[in-house]
Structures are given as C-alpha cells and as structure tokens.
C-alpha cells in the first residue's frame, strides 16, 4: 500500500474523507493537523482543532457510522472548537502505518483490533486468546471490567490513551478456498493469513497449520492471487471484504473474539483542556456501545448473505480444538508469557484453560 500515489482527498456531507489522498497532500495535512491536534496554551482558544481519525474499515462499517454521529455531537457540544475528520479504509497505508502515524501524532485516533495494537503494547492481544470466550456475555462482563481496565492501563503505559469503552469486531470465523474444519486436524498444513499478531501467530501453529502475519488492506490480493488457502474474520468482514469472491468454506470455528479500542496518541489527549476530554470521551464511549449492537445485527445477517452469495457453511465443537491447544503447550506457553496475575483475572470470565 506504501508508496500508493491516489487523487486528492474531498470530503463529503458527513465529513467522510472520499477514498484517495495523495501523498504530499498527506504529508501537509498531517503536519497541519498534528500542529492543530496540539492546542498549547492560548492557541487553544484561539482556533479550532481537527481531529484526525484514521480506521482499517469500510466507509458503511458500523463502527464509521457511529463515529461519524460522534463526530457531529462532538462540534455540536464544543461550539464548533474540535471536529473529527473521519479517514476510512486505510486511507493512509495499512495497520503498521496507521499504527506508526497514531503513536508519532500524525492521526490523533486510531481504531485498531488488540491483535494490530500488540505490535506496540503487546500485552492487550490477552482478549483474543484462541478458544478462551464462549459468548458475548464474558466478553463485555470482562472487557467492562478489569480485564479491560489492564489493557487500557498498558496502554497508557505505552504513551497512548484509550477510550473506556471497546468496540466489537466479532467472533473470528475460518475461511478457506479448499476445504471446511471440522475439527482441530483439519488445519494441518493449512496455509492461512492472520494479522500481525504473535497470538494470531501462536494460535495457528499450535494447530499443525501454516499461519503468516499480513497487513489487512493487502489480504483481498492475497487471496485472490492464492497465496493464501484461508483467513479468519468476523462474517461482516468476510461480507464487506467480498472474500466470499476468493473463498468458499466459511467454517464456525469461534476461535476469538475480537474488538476495536478508541486510542488517541496521548500528546493530542493530554493537550485537550478537561471539558474537552470529556465531551470527546462521552462521545466516543456511547459510539462504542450503539456500535456493539450494530455489529451484532451485522454478523447475524451477514451470515445469511453470505450463504446467499453460495458459500458453504458448517459449524464445529470448540472442545477438541481446546484439548488439541493444551497438549500442543498453547495455554501453557501464553500464562507464562502473560503472568499468573492476570491469567486469573482472564480466567474469571472463561473459566480454567490451561
Ligand atoms: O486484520 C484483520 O483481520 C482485522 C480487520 O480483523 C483486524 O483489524 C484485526
């Protein structure tokens, strides 16, 4: 994606950036808007600031369409001062690249999946340990609770500032070109794109299949050209990615759940004066909680669509893969990796795994 010269940026009604920004325009527009993202003392009172959010998703996924109601709610309770300017769908390269820009100030918000934050804070990937949740009622239980309260205490200690309240990607879910799982032995030998995750990484491997790290925005090629037999994603990105195009089996596997955090580089948060931060907070925290319904609704039926687009579906029985990941050492491997202290606060919520 790198590299990738596009047409200058418009941005429409609702303050979406249309797809294309070139890269010089990227280039003055981040300096621009990390100058203005950085309100110092007077200069705050003196002219409004735009915030750059920047996102791996498609301009209709429920998660832009919360935030851009956020984003109208935020100029509407600050009189105009702090505006939030919506870039969608890897408007500036892949998830490293956003990842880079969010840590260095070039966005101020960024949406990423724990398994793309673990690059940087790499113990927040503890919420999608493979086969640990069994329903969304753990998850939020835990994700609500001091299961969240750790990864959003990582990650401030990593010199960012995450929102209070996590988004919903979904239950991840196992597609293939060749062949459906249906049990743990099926993934021997499977070549299989996962994000950039040594969890994503750990998972796979402890299943005898072939995994390897690639950026999203790069996955649909990928597939196409065949590099790769499987992926594993919630059913409303198999359906808004248009895999069902380059795959056929859509296997129920429930492996992870995963989610997207609000992080906000934390000179821009920090240079926010109080009443500010907490109409941007209350803002993006009741974006995330409309935002879990809408993704539910949205895997729902996207599994119906998906069938309709003739993939073919089958569902599978989480115990054997879980036994299969403890003889491998995967349970094992990752307590010792995380520590016996939150191990059991994970624990909790999915019960003993190890
Ligand atoms: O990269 C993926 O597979 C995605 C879109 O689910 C994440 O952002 C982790």
């Known amino acids: 994606m790198s590299g990738t010269h596009r047409e200058a940026a418009g941005t429409n009604a609702s303050g979406f950036v249309r797809r294309g920004v070139t890269r010089r325009g990227f280039v003055a527009a981040g300096v621009a808007s990390s100058l203005l993202a950085l309100p110092i003392g007077r200069a705050w009172a003196a002219k409004a600031v735009t915030l750059k959010f920047a996102t791996n998703l498609p301009l209709t996924h429920p998660l832009n369409v919360r935030v851009a109601e956020a984003a109208a709610r935020i100029k509407r309770e600050t009189n105009g001062e702090v505006g939030v300017r919506i870039f969608p769908d890897n408007q500036f390269g892949g998830d490293s690249e956003m ?17 793309v934050l673990s690059a940087l804070v790499p113990e927040v990937q503890i919420n999608a ?13 835990a994700m609500d609770g001091d299961l969240g309260d750790f990864i959003r205490s990582a990650v401030g200690k990593a010199g960012l500032h995450m929102m209070e309240t996590v988004c919903d990607n979904g239950f991840r879910q196992c597609t293939t070109a060749s062949r459906p799982i249906q049990g743990p032995g099926d ?12 969890i994503s990484i750990s998972l796979f491997q402890a299943l005898s299949a072939r995994p390897r790290g690639l950026q999203f925005v790069d996955l649909y090629p ?18 808004s990615s248009r895999f069902y195009e380059v795959q056929k089996y859509v296997s129920l596997t429930n ?20 009443d500010i931060q907490r109409i941007v907070s209350s803002a993006f925290n009741d974006a995330a909680a409309l935002q879990r319904a809408d993704v539910a609704t949205a895997n729902t039926r996207a599994l119906g669509d998906l069938k309709r687009k003739g993939m073919i579906f089958n569902e599978t029985d989480p115990d054997p893969f879980r036994h299969a990941l403890r003889k491998a050492g995967f349970y094992a491997e990752w307590k010792g990796r995380f520590g016996g202290k939150i191990w059991g606060i994970l624990e909790k919520y999915t019960g003993r795994l190890g």
């Not at 499977?190 to 995750?197: A, D, E, K, N």
């Open 99 to 115: 990842l880079e820009l969010l840590r260095l100030g070039g966005i101020d918000i960024f949406t990423p999946s724990a398994l």
């Open 129 to 141: 340990l493979g086969f640990a949740f069994s329903d969304y009622g753990k998850v939020w239980q």
């Open 187 to 198: 993934f021997s030998g499977l070549s299989i794109r996962v994000p950039l995750s040594h």
């Open 222 to 239: 990928a597939l196409r050209e065949g590099a790769f037999e499987a992926q594993e994603n919630p059913l409303s990105i198999i359906l």
């Open 255 to 274: 492996h992870m759940w995963d989610g997207f955090f609000f992080v906000f580089n934390g000179k821009t948060w920090s240079g926010l004066p109080g």
